[in-house]
């Protein structure tokens, strides 16, 4: 029997047959049912919520909120602002605590992995062992732990530690600092600050290629510092020192005036950063010893110094290895701050998705929103750390 010439083959067969169009195909098939899933869940949803006599609707943003937050640094709160308004103030104090967080764990992960590497057996030691115990314990046992050492050992407001003469005080109500008050000039300094950090890139890529093409090494960093504090120096003084503090100052039982910054903000951020940082920590010296030891060696060829090998041969090629799994990190550090309810921190799962949803019972649409929160930060970590690893990455010449 004679075969069918292409040409009077099926269209839908062909395509079918064809790789490309296959994946095409299948690929939208995926979707469609992935799509059919979502609208008859959603729609099981609405249905289940009239049978109770519910509405699923986010009209409940707009409602007064009728509860207290007691620490909103950014935007100002009270107990008869809306929902809305209270899920924006959780969500400022979970990006602060995240931020803040990302920052310290990176710098102790870098200094617990470089010390657990040390050829001085003690500092090496007491490095293995705190990271062993604090990975082997769970966050939320360190978040706890750290809170009630805040509270507990701490004295009481009247009782205040003078901690930085006359002007910073700690207590279990919190750290108490001056609060800056910006006058009339003070967007003028900010704008020299702006245009000296930028002057600062720019000088340190150009000491880098320098660097690259002649082998001379400038003090980018010193000069860097030098460059911005110098300029903002200049400006503050022509603008006539458009900046003054505000200082605590005890009156009664609690302290007036400056900035407080709340225990349960000091034990989240403090577990979180350092329980993050021993596993950051390992990932660093797993990066390091896997750069060749013949780096190593060269570099002290040439003449190069401990601190300089490490500063120019190791590290920039460790990273290529550390950024990976350190991303990874991030995104646990934002996550496990939604442990913050246990100590009463207010982030955006206390407000929204806790006395929120309690008061609304509105268990649906805030769980969506909180939902969406978190996967939109997480979005955002991962694209910056995967812009920030492609930069880094090894060119090919």
């Known amino acids: 029997m004679a075969q069918a010439s292409p040409s009077t083959v099926n269209p839908l067969l ?185 002057m600062a890139i720019l000088f340190k890529r150009w000491a880098k290629r320098t660097q690259n093409e002649t082998g001379q090494i400038y003090p980018v960093f010193w000069i860097s510092i030098a460059l911005i504090v ?15 503090w505000d200082i605590p100052v005890l009156k009664g039982f609690n302290f007036k005036g400056g900035m407080a910054i709340k225990p349960e903000f000091l034990a989240l951020w403090l577990a979180l950063s350092y329980y993050t940082a021993c596993f950051i920590a390992e990932i660093v010296r797993a990066g390091i010893l896997a750069v060749s030891h013949g780096q190593t060696e060269a570099a002290y060829a040439v003449g190069l110094k401990s601190n300089r090998t490490l500063q120019l041969i190791i590290i920039p090629q460790a990273l290529r290895i550390i950024v990976p799994p350190l991303c990874s990190q991030y995104l646990n550090l934002t996550k496990n701050s939604s442990l913050a309810i246990a100590i009463g921190y207010m982030d955006i799962t206390a407000t929204l998705g806790g006395i929120s949803l309690m008061q609304t019972g509105k268990e649906m649409e805030t ?31």
């Open 14 to 198: 062909r395509l079918w047959r064809n790789e490309d169009s296959r994946g095409v195909i299948i690929q939208i098939l995926t979707m469609v049912v992935l799509c059919a899933l979502i609208a008859a869940i959603a729609r099981n949803v609405v249905i289940n919520l009239a049978n109770v006599g519910k509405e699923f609707s986010f009209d409940f943003l707009t409602w007064p909120a009728a509860y207290d937050i007691g620490f909103s640094p950014f935007i100002e709160y009270t107990n008869k602002s809306t929902h809305l308004r209270a899920a924006v103030v959780g969500l400022l104090n979970t990006l602060l605590v995240a931020f803040w967080g990302c920052i310290l764990a990176t710098v102790l992960g870098f200094i617990l992995g470089i010390m657990r590497l040390s050829s001085n057996w003690l500092v090496s030691k007491i490095s293995y062992v705190f990271v062993e115990f604090v990975r082997n314990v769970p966050v939320l046992i360190h978040i706890l732990a750290i809170y009630s050492l805040v509270v507990t050992l701490l004295p009481s407001a009247k009782k205040a530690l003078d901690v930085g003469g006359g002007a910073f005080f700690l207590s279990n109500r919190g750290f108490y600092v001056p609060a800056p008050v910006f006058e009339s000039g003070a967007g003028i300094v900010g704008i020299v600050i702006l245009i000296a950090v930028i």
């Open 230 to 244: 110098g300029l903002a120096g200049i400006a503050f003084l022509i603008m006539g020192a458009p900046l003054s």
């Open 367 to 397: 769980m969506i929103i909180v939902m969406g929160v978190y996967l939109v930060i997480s979005l955002t970590i991962s694209s910056f750390m995967n812009w920030f690893n492609h930069r880094i990455k090894l060119t090919v010449r």
